[in-house]
């Protein structure tokens, strides 16, 4: 339980005092009304006598009471009706609520900081005002009437005449059995005479001579006379007298809310009592509505229809409503006490003294001894005697009845004089005045009586008491009974049905278990009266269990071990109760003080419900933000309701916030909680939508809200901008140079301010989720921006818009009339600004009207509004407000300081710049194709459109694929035209051939300078040849493109950067993009394969300089997927500076060339150097072009697009530059000598295959062509027109060495070596011999020896056979060289030497002469690089016996 500012040991002797009866004369009562005070009511401040008492016990021990308290109260005949307790109880505890800015507990236990009112003072007014107005009961004596004091005044006619008229009008209330009411404690009850003397107006000297007369006649103990109103009340604003009166009046004395409310009351002096009783009807409509209270009415401020004033007549009825009159007017700052002064406080005080001195406590002393006497008189009887005296005693008992019954009646009914009873009454007696020790033992006497009669109600009493007085007994000789409550709680509640007695008790027992720490015990108890299945329902039943079950809570708290959820879950409770008992005020108290234990926590449910009843409360208690706030936090949460119990929450939530918002409509707009908005995934894009594909027309991909973001992707874009900026800049990119951001997101850098172009949409992506499972319809949603114009003259003007007013100036704003986010979804809304002038613009947030879809579900209490607006969805009612769009930057984590604290950097995605107008490019693709084979070209077009107000130049395309596409060469003549005029409009330039060329080359030359590609250049930037160079506002100019299919099948996506500037440079934008992004699926058509060697044929038509051999190995690879028939070997080219393709060796009849699918066709061609003056100087980049054709119509290989995409499959070789590697001067020769000999192997010779395939397509024929590469760089090495894919090798261990300092110098591999000296053997392919004539044979053959390299070559020729095995024996047969075995020779540089040689056979058969060695090396180079030159392939010769 909660602290109280009693201990337990003064609680008990101030609920049970002493009562005395107030009985006065008009005259009297007039006389304390002048202070605004009945007669009792003028002496309860003093009721408290200061100091200690005496009084003897049966034993004549001395016994001393300490902090006696008597109560006196005016006589009242009815006894106080139910209703009227309870409205006095609900109107104490509603007046009494925690004062404003007091300091609550901080209680911490386990994870919970909790603050808690620690004192509970609606509390204790509640149980102190229950304890006073207990109605008297027959079966205890607590409350009955000891004494009664008669009042009258001095200045009456005849005082002592008075008296006596008082003392019969007492009598007659007491024994007449017209009145059962009031209770008195025994026949001869105690009557002290007063005589109430005006200082002020009154004859002081009658005063004392009437005193004199009462004292003879009642003696000096049974009268006194009391002095007040010393001063008259006009006189009271000249000193201030304290005011003790007002915190009693303030608790409504029980006995006046009797006398107002409940009517059925009569004052002493009123002779007809009937006519005076008041209909209640009022009053208990008014409870059963379960009416919230109107706080601020006083609880004595009746209603008209329970004003007694209304239903009263005959000569009372002016006194009577006088006095009602005056007590309503108790707190409305009425002065009470007005006409006393300090010492008549004082004499009233010295009254009270006198009073319970001299009269009531002997009074009392010898009413305990005559009961005592009679107990012990009665003890010496036998048990049967005495039964057979309690049969005599209790003549009007009840008959007999069996156990069973009795257990469910309260049992037995005593009459006033049973002897029990006197057992009784001699112990509450004793503890009135605190004599517990002898009380307990009457009580423990009085319940075995009790229960021996089956009298259950007069034993619970008797229990409840003996337990209370063992507690209270000064130095504890026994425990505190617990059990004896229990069972008298257990009786009252089940078998007498008396709920009130029983709520006694439980008040009782919860404090003393509190006081000994039984917090379990005491919240166990406090419990069990709480039941919703107590007979005694209605607004008393949970105004009590409310109360109840608070307590019980702050029992949870205050254990040792704080049980912090018990403790929340029994405020919840109390909090219902509370609602149900109609106070509003401490139901959102209790759910507020729970809410601390539940919140985050992650009871989402348990949350829900608080939050909601707190919202609901505030609401009715007018507290309309605090609604808002709870009924936000229900829709903020990620709620686990069901659909419509969320439904029900948003519509509470829109109406609440409906009527805050109406309290203030011109204040600024509140921030809204839903739907949830995810600030970081804010995407800024600048720029117009990209337009839709309109027929063959399709617009540049560029950048768009719809692409995801891959950083990847974004990088490649980010270095094909560098790329060309470089270009532009001269090899050099600016330090100011930023990459071009169009769309900002989370993952791009936000650090600087972006720069928008004035009259270019702003779209704003905001995402949004909406938690709750019904769906969110937002209207009129916009963005909302604040605009810092800057004007020509450098002022600037600040502009805030929140909604699109009249005519947009500045900034035009995109208004989306109906956004609908269904349950649990998320959605994105995209909104436009549209900047009109320079300046700084900054986006703050969204605002919008939020509302639900009309549904049939309805909230109780407040049903949905009909539908107020007119659209695709009805709405139920919306609320306008904002919410704002906050991002947090990226965290920093450079500097040291930043990686030991937490910094965020900037993100100014929201903040973009509006810089001047710049051109704005558009590009279409038209006829652009999505599917080609590996190699085939294709001719499109590309429209470049101008679309701002200003000219553009320096327009410029970069990609990491410049081998897919070309604009073609830099001259008109190398263009063909378009379309071409030959047939099947080919996109190559092509010339019709008579048939007496087909086996020989067609020669041309072109210079890769013509075709944009040079040395040192980049190949990947190519200017697009715009006309004029400058595209003007509006204009627009279509020009062709060829592409050719990458050479490995798949997907491929090929970027495009386009690159352009403004004609006037601006100082803050200098270029601006275009990106465009093509997806190309290639599928297989054509592996060309290529190998080149040396021919060793001696002919040369061309003079002197090597012959070549090229085998060109074509498969057809395609699976017929792209419905490919067959292809066509149209034409082979070759390419090369050095070396030219002169006719083909192996042609066939068919001079066509089909290759149908999984096909492979083999080529041979004869190679041959280049004349002098064709061949330029090395710097040069003349290429000579050859064409071998095998149809009747020559490409021109060197024009475009053949030569463009020839240049551009060379241009990464180009790019490679020769490095030279820095050597020391020793080893440079060695450097050199190894470079010649590499040279020797080296051929720069491409091979260009033209083909044509044939398609059937849709059931026509499409003839589709295309080119494939080869570049063949080494002698005898394979070359293919694909890359090869890779093996991947196999594991090996890791070796680990120590790197040594000292180079390995280059050593040439053996097939460089081989190439360094080519030989050929020139004799007859057969010779005739007759054998029979000459039987040696002779065959002259010469040696043709050729330096291949540009030095001078040592050459050792061993004609020696090297081996003597069998298997060479076999290859060789039986012959001899002639003559001279070795030959030692020097070539010059590529000089060509014959040997004549002699062969000696002596056997017909065929013989391979090729056995003759050959060692090379260098003629300058010590260091010999000898190896045995290989020949091409074996020399056979046929020898023939004639």
């Known amino acids: 339980m909660a602290q109280c500012v009693q201990s337990v040991q003064e609680l008990i002797p101030d609920s049970f005092v002493p009562c005395v009866a107030a009985l006065c004369s008009d005259e009297a009562e007039r006389l304390t009304r002048l202070n605004h005070l009945s007669f009792a009511e003028l002496l309860k401040p003093f009721s408290r006598l200061t100091s200690e008492v005496h009084m003897r016990d049966p034993n004549n021990q001395l016994h001393v009471i300490k902090n006696l308290k008597i109560a006196v109260s005016n006589i009242i005949t009815q006894p106080p009706q139910p209703g009227a307790i309870r409205k006095l109880l609900n109107d104490v505890v509603s007046g009494s609520q925690p004062a404003e800015g007091l300091v609550a507990n901080v209680i911490t236990a386990g994870d919970y900081d909790?603050?808690?009112?620690?004192?509970?003072?609606?509390?204790?007014?509640?149980?102190?005002?229950?304890?006073?107005?207990?109605?008297?009961?027959?079966?205890?004596?607590?409350?009955?009437?000891?004494?009664?004091?008669?009042?009258?005044?001095?200045?009456?006619?005849?005082?002592?005449?008075?008296?006596?008229?008082?003392?019969?009008?007492?009598?007659?209330?007491?024994?007449?059995?017209?009145?059962?009411?009031?209770?008195?404690?025994?026949?001869?009850?105690?009557?002290?005479?007063?005589?109430?003397?005006?200082?002020?107006?009154?004859?002081?000297?009658?005063?004392?001579?009437?005193?004199?007369?009462?004292?003879?006649?009642?003696?000096?103990?049974?009268?006194?006379?009391?002095?007040?109103?010393?001063?008259?009340?006009?006189?009271?604003?000249?000193?201030?007298?304290?005011?003790?009166?007002?915190?009693?009046?303030?608790?409504?004395?029980?006995?006046?809310?009797?006398?107002?409310?409940?009517?059925?009351?009569?004052?002493?002096?009123?002779?007809?009592?009937?006519?005076?009783?008041?209909?209640?009807?009022?009053?208990?409509?008014?409870?059963?509505?379960?009416?919230?209270?109107?706080?601020?009415?006083?609880?004595?401020?009746?209603?008209?229809?329970?004003?007694?004033?209304?239903?009263?007549?005959?000569?009372?009825?002016?006194?009577?409503?006088?006095?009602?009159?005056?007590?309503?007017?108790?707190?409305?700052?009425?002065?009470?006490?007005?006409?006393?002064?300090?010492?008549?406080?004082?004499?009233?005080?010295?009254?009270?003294?006198?009073?319970?001195?001299?009269?009531?406590?002997?009074?009392?002393?010898?009413?305990?001894?005559?009961?005592?006497?009679?107990?012990?008189?009665?003890?010496?009887?036998?048990?049967?005697?005495?039964?057979?005296?309690?049969?005599?005693?209790?003549?009007?008992?009840?008959?007999?009845?069996?156990?069973?019954?009795?257990?469910?009646?309260?049992?037995?009914?005593?009459?006033?004089?049973?002897?029990?009873?006197?057992?009784?009454?001699?112990?509450?007696?004793?503890?009135?005045?605190?004599?517990?020790?002898?009380?307990?033992?009457?009580?423990?006497?009085?319940?075995?009586?009790?229960?021996?009669?089956?009298?259950?109600?007069?034993?619970?009493?008797?229990?409840?008491?003996?337990?209370?007085?063992?507690?209270?007994?000064?130095?504890?000789?026994?425990?505190?009974?617990?059990?004896?409550?229990?069972?008298?709680?257990?009786?009252?509640?089940?078998?007498?049905?008396?709920?009130?007695?029983?709520?006694?008790?439980?008040?009782?027992?919860?404090?003393?278990?509190?006081?000994?720490?039984?917090?379990?015990?005491?919240?166990?108890?406090?419990?069990?009266?709480?039941?919703?299945?107590?007979?005694?329902?209605?607004?008393?039943?949970?105004?009590?269990?409310?109360?109840?079950?608070?307590?019980?809570?702050?029992?949870?708290?205050?254990?040792?071990?704080?049980?912090?959820?018990?403790?929340?879950?029994?405020?919840?409770?109390?909090?219902?109760?509370?609602?149900?008992?109609?106070?509003?005020?401490?139901?959102?108290?209790?759910?507020?003080?729970?809410?601390?234990?539940?919140?985050?926590?992650?009871?989402?449910?348990?949350?829900?419900?608080?939050?909601?009843?707190?919202?609901?409360?505030?609401?009715?208690?007018?507290?309309?933000?605090?609604?808002?706030?709870?009924?936000?936090?229900?829709?903020?949460?990620?709620?686990?309701?069901?659909?419509?119990?969320?439904?029900?929450?948003?519509?509470?939530?829109?109406?609440?916030?409906?009527?805050?918002?109406?309290?203030?409509?011109?204040?600024?707009?509140?921030?809204?909680?839903?739907?949830?908005?995810?600030?970081?995934?804010?995407?800024?894009?600048?720029?117009?939508?990209?337009?839709?594909?309109?027929?063959?027309?399709?617009?540049?991909?560029?950048?768009?809200?719809?692409?995801?973001?891959?950083?990847?992707?974004?990088?490649?874009?980010?270095?094909?901008?560098?790329?060309?900026?470089?270009?532009?800049?001269?090899?050099?990119?600016?330090?100011?140079?930023?990459?071009?951001?169009?769309?900002?997101?989370?993952?791009?850098?936000?650090?600087?301010?972006p720069l928008a172009v004035v009259e270019e949409p702003i779209t704003v992506e905001v995402a949004f989720r909406n938690p709750l499972k019904v769906p969110l319809l937002l209207t009129d949603l916009s963005l909302l921006w604040k605009f810092q114009r800057k004007d020509s003259s450098g002022k600037d003007n600040e502009e805030v818009k929140e909604l699109v007013t009249g005519e947009p100036v500045m900034i035009g704003t995109e208004v989306i009339s109906e956004f609908l986010i269904n349950s649990e979804e998320s959605k994105v809304a995209r909104l436009k600004l549209f900047p009109h002038h320079i300046g700084e613009l900054h986006i703050l947030g969204v605002v919008y009207n939020l509302g639900t879809i009309q549904g049939c579900m309805t909230v109780d209490g407040i049903g949905a509004l009909p539908g107020c607006h007119t659209g695709k969805h009805s709405l139920s009612m919306s609320v306008r407000g904002r919410q704002d769009l906050e991002i947090q930057g990226p965290r920093l984590n450079n500097t040291k300081e930043e990686k030991t604290s937490i910094k965020y950097g900037p993100d100014r995605r929201l903040d973009p710049i509006i810089t001047e107008e710049m051109p704005l490019l558009e590009v279409f693709f038209i006829h652009f194709p999505t599917g080609l084979l590996c190699g085939e070209i294709r001719k499109a077009y590309v429209e470049f459109v101008n679309v701002s107000k200003c000219p553009l130049t320096g327009l410029k395309v970069v990609s990491k694929r410049p081998e897919f596409f070309t604009f073609g060469g830099n001259t008109a003549a190398l263009t063909p035209l378009s379309p071409s005029a030959s047939e099947n409009c080919s996109a190559y330039k092509t010339v019709v051939t008579d048939s007496t060329s087909v086996c020989t080359a067609l020669v041309s030359s072109a210079s890769s300078v013509d075709f944009g590609i040079g040395i040192g250049s980049q190949p990947e930037v190519i200017p697009v040849p715009l006309p004029d160079a400058v595209l003007l506002p509006g204009a627009s100019v279509q020009l062709p493109m060829w592409l050719r299919g990458p050479d490995e099948e798949g997907v491929h996506e090929i970027n495009f950067l386009f690159y352009y500037e403004s004609v006037q440079k601006q100082p803050k934008i200098r270029h601006r993009i275009l990106r465009h992004t093509a997806v190309i699926c290639t599928s297989r058509s054509l592996n060309v394969r290529a190998t080149v060697c040396r021919s060793n044929s001696l002919e040369d038509e061309e003079g002197r300089g090597g012959n070549m051999l090229v085998f060109v190995d074509v498969e057809n690879t395609n699976t017929s997927e792209a419905g490919v028939k067959e292809f066509h070997i149209v034409q082979v080219s070759s390419s090369s500076k050095h070396w030219k393709l002169q006719k083909s060796v192996n042609l066939s009849e068919n001079k066509d060339a089909k290759l149908a699918s999984r096909e492979k066709g083999k080529f041979c061609f004869k190679a041959v150097r280049c004349r002098e003056k064709e061949v330029a100087t090395q710097f040069s980049e003349k290429y000579i072009f050859a064409d071998i054709i095998f149809g009747n119509e020559q490409i021109i290989s060197s024009a475009s697009p053949c030569a463009d995409f020839f240049y551009r499959s060379l241009s990464s070789e180009l790019k490679k530059p020769q490095a030279q590697p820095s050597v020391h001067a020793e080893k440079q020769s060695v450097e050199d000598a190894v470079r010649l000999i590499q040279k020797c192997s080296e051929v720069d010779l491409n091979i260009v295959v033209l083909w044509k395939a044939y398609v059937v397509e849709d059931s026509k024929q499409l003839i589709l062509e295309g080119q494939h590469h080869v570049i063949l760089h080494t002698i005898g090495k394979e070359a293919f027109s694909c890359p090869q894919k890779q093996e991947p090798p196999e594991m090996e261990l890791l070796k680990f060495f120590r790197p040594e300092n000292t180079t390995v110098p280059l050593r040439p591999s053996v097939e460089q070596l081989s190439n360094l000296i080519k030989t050929s053997l020139h004799y007859p392919e057969s010779f005739n011999h007759p054998f029979h004539q000459k039987s040696l044979c002779l065959v002259p053959v010469t040696l043709l020896l050729s330096n291949c390299s540009k030095a001078d070559v040592d050459v050792i020729v061993d004609l020696r056979h090297k081996t003597t095995s069998p298997e060479a024996l076999e290859i060789h047969g039986s012959f001899t060289w002639l003559g001279q075995t070795q030959y030692k020779l020097q070539l010059k540089s590529q000089e060509i030497h014959s040997l004549q040689l002699k062969a000696c056979f002596v056997h017909t058969g065929v013989y391979n002469l090729g056995t003759p060695r050959v060692f090379a090396k260098l003629s300058d180079q010590v260091t010999v690089f000898e190896t045995s030159q290989q020949n091409s392939m074996p020399a056979l010769i046929i020898i023939n016996n004639v």
């Open 114 to 753: 909790l603050n808690i009112s620690a004192t509970t003072p609606w509390f204790e007014s509640y149980r102190e005002t229950f304890l006073q107005s207990m109605p008297a009961s027959d079966h205890e004596f607590l409350n009955h009437y000891l004494a009664c004091m008669l009042v009258a005044s001095s200045s009456e006619a005849e005082p002592v005449e008075q008296f006596s008229k008082l003392s019969q009008e007492q009598h007659r209330i007491q024994h007449n059995s017209d009145y059962s009411y009031p209770k008195w404690f025994i026949p001869n009850t105690l009557k002290y005479y007063v005589l109430l003397h005006d200082v002020s107006a009154g004859d002081e000297q009658r005063a004392e001579s009437i005193y004199e007369e009462m004292k003879q006649k009642y003696g000096t103990q049974g009268c006194y006379l009391l002095k007040i109103n010393s001063r008259t009340s006009n006189r009271a604003s000249d000193e201030q007298i304290p005011d003790p009166w007002s915190q009693y009046l303030q608790k409504n004395s029980i006995q006046n809310q009797e006398s107002y409310e409940d009517g059925p009351c009569t004052i002493t002096s009123n002779k007809n009592s009937d006519s005076n009783l008041l209909s209640l009807d009022g009053l208990d409509n008014e409870v059963k509505d379960g009416l919230p209270n109107n706080f601020r009415a006083h609880p004595l401020q009746l209603d008209s229809s329970s004003d007694p004033s209304n239903s009263m007549d005959g000569p009372d009825h002016v006194k009577f409503a006088s006095s009602l009159h005056e007590t309503k007017k108790a707190n409305t700052g009425i002065i009470h006490g007005a006409c006393l002064t300090l010492t008549d406080h004082d004499r009233i005080r010295q009254f009270i003294q006198e009073f319970t001195f001299r009269g009531l406590l002997p009074h009392i002393e010898k009413t305990i001894r005559q009961l005592n006497d009679q107990l012990i008189s009665r003890k010496g009887l036998s048990r049967s005697l005495f039964s057979a005296t309690k049969k005599w005693f209790s003549g009007s008992k009840v008959p007999e009845k069996s156990i069973n019954e009795l257990k469910n009646t309260s049992g037995l009914l005593y009459p006033p004089e049973a002897p029990e009873l006197q057992i009784r009454k001699m112990a509450d007696l004793c503890f009135l005045v605190q004599h517990y020790d002898l009380a307990y033992s009457c009580y423990h006497t009085a319940k075995k009586d009790f229960l021996n009669d089956q009298a259950m109600l007069y034993a619970a009493g008797a229990l409840e008491m003996a337990a209370v007085s063992a507690f209270l007994q000064p130095g504890a000789p026994r425990p505190y009974p617990a059990h004896y409550m229990d069972t008298a709680i257990q009786t009252y509640r089940d078998i007498c049905k008396n709920m009130v007695l029983a709520e006694r008790c439980v008040l009782l027992s919860a404090e003393i278990l509190k006081s000994q720490s039984k917090y379990s015990e005491a919240a166990a108890l406090l419990i069990r009266l709480t039941s919703e299945q107590n007979t005694w329902k209605g607004m008393d039943s949970d105004l009590r269990s409310a109360l109840l079950l608070e307590q019980a809570a702050h029992c949870f708290i205050n254990m040792k071990s704080p049980m912090v959820r018990k403790y929340a879950f029994h405020m919840i409770l109390a909090g219902h109760r509370f609602s149900k008992a109609g106070q509003k005020k401490h139901a959102l108290r209790c759910y507020c003080q729970a809410m601390q234990v539940y919140k985050g926590k992650g009871w989402s449910l348990a949350e829900d419900h608080i939050n909601f009843t707190i919202g609901r409360q505030s609401y009715t208690l007018r507290q309309l933000d605090n609604a808002v706030s709870a009924f936000r936090h229900i829709l903020i949460n990620e709620s686990r309701q069901s659909a419509a119990q969320q439904g029900a929450f948003l519509r509470e939530y829109l109406y609440v916030y409906k009527n805050v918002s109406q309290l203030s409509p011109d204040g600024p707009l509140p921030q809204l909680p839903l739907p949830y908005i995810n600030s970081s995934a804010t995407r800024v894009f600048f720029g117009h939508d990209r337009r839709p594909a309109d027929g063959e027309k399709q617009a540049a991909t560029h950048v768009s809200l719809d692409q995801e973001y891959d950083s990847e992707s974004s990088q490649q874009w980010r270095e094909l901008e560098e790329q060309v900026v470089a270009v532009v800049n001269r090899g050099v990119i600016p330090t100011n140079f930023y990459p071009t951001q169009y769309c900002l997101n989370s993952y791009s850098d936000n650090s600087r301010f």
